[in-house]
């Protein structure tokens, strides 16, 4: 488990894929962690990538250029990237930026 003052990242293994659960701010200060932790889970894991955005509040352009980069890497592996429970603050961010074109995004 990951912290630092606006963010908490855990993740787990599931038989759906690595689940990276993110609580708090994904912002310029804290998309690192985020990077770290996705960066983590493609490498060691050969399932699918699951982000739990349920307890997230904030995302900026910093952590939607991550979640980018971590979908295209994916895809050259044939591996699949997908956001779960978005706060509708933080689904209407990524609908905005066409995320939702991208990236299936699931209820919780």
């Known amino acids: 488990m990951v912290e ?3 963010v908490l990242i855990d993740t787990a293994v599931t038989e759906r ?3 990276v659960s993110v609580a708090g701010e994904l912002d310029v200060a804290t998309a690192p962690m985020l990077d770290a932790a996705l960066v983590e889970a493609v490498r060691h894991h050969d399932a699918a990538v699951i982000i ?3 307890a997230t ?8 250029s991550i979640l980018i980069k971590v979908w295209k890497g994916l895809r050259v592996d044939e591996r ?4 779960v429970a978005p706060n509708p603050k933080v689904r209407a961010v990524l609908e905005v930026l066409g995320i939702d074109q991208l990236v299936p995004i699931e209820p919780a």
């Open 17 to 19: 894929g690595v689940v």
């Open 80 to 83: 699949a990237l997908v956001l």
């Open 4 to 6: 630092q003052a606006a």
């Open 52 to 54: 739990d955005l349920a």
């Open 57 to 64: 509040t904030f995302v900026d352009s910093a952590a939607v």
